[in-house]
């Protein structure tokens, strides 16, 4: 009933950057916190960004100063902007957002993935 869409990922060379956007559909009534996480080849997955429905943000140290995240709550939308990356930004990120659908139930919904390759 619900789906997250990731797009936006890809090969950039050290140094470029790239915008990833996430879009939720379905029967939606509401979505809060919305997230991205990544995870690389052998490593767990981790938090990189949140954002709350009200526009408060928080994101991984190793990212901090090198990305924004934002939101369009008219589209269910969430972006991460990338700057400066570099080859350790190499790993699969996930859409995650907590939604409550038509029915009134509220849980958390993951997308599928979209990988992103930091290489010359």
């Known amino acids: 009933q619900v789906q997250l869409v990731e797009s936006g990922g890809g090969l950039v060379q050290p140094g470029g950057s790239l915008r990833l956007s996430c879009a939720a559909s379905?029967?939606?009534?509401?979505?809060?916190?919305m997230r991205w996480y990544r995870q690389a080849p052998g490593k767990q997955r981790e938090l990189v960004a949140s954002?709350?429905?009200?526009?408060?943000?928080s994101s991984t140290d190793a990212v901090k100063g090198r990305s924004t995240i934002s939101r369009d709550n008219a589209k269910n939308t969430v972006f991460l902007q990338m700057n400066s990356l570099k080859p350790e930004d190499t790993a699969v990120y996930y859409c995650?957002?907590?939604?409550?659908?038509?029915?009134?139930?509220?849980?958390?919904?993951w997308g599928q993935g979209t990988q992103v390759t930091v290489s010359s």
């Open positions: 379905g029967s939606i009534v509401s979505i809060g916190a």
């Open positions: 995650n957002a907590d939604i409550t659908i038509w029915t009134g139930s509220r849980r958390n919904y």
């Open positions: 954002i709350t429905n009200g526009g408060s943000t």
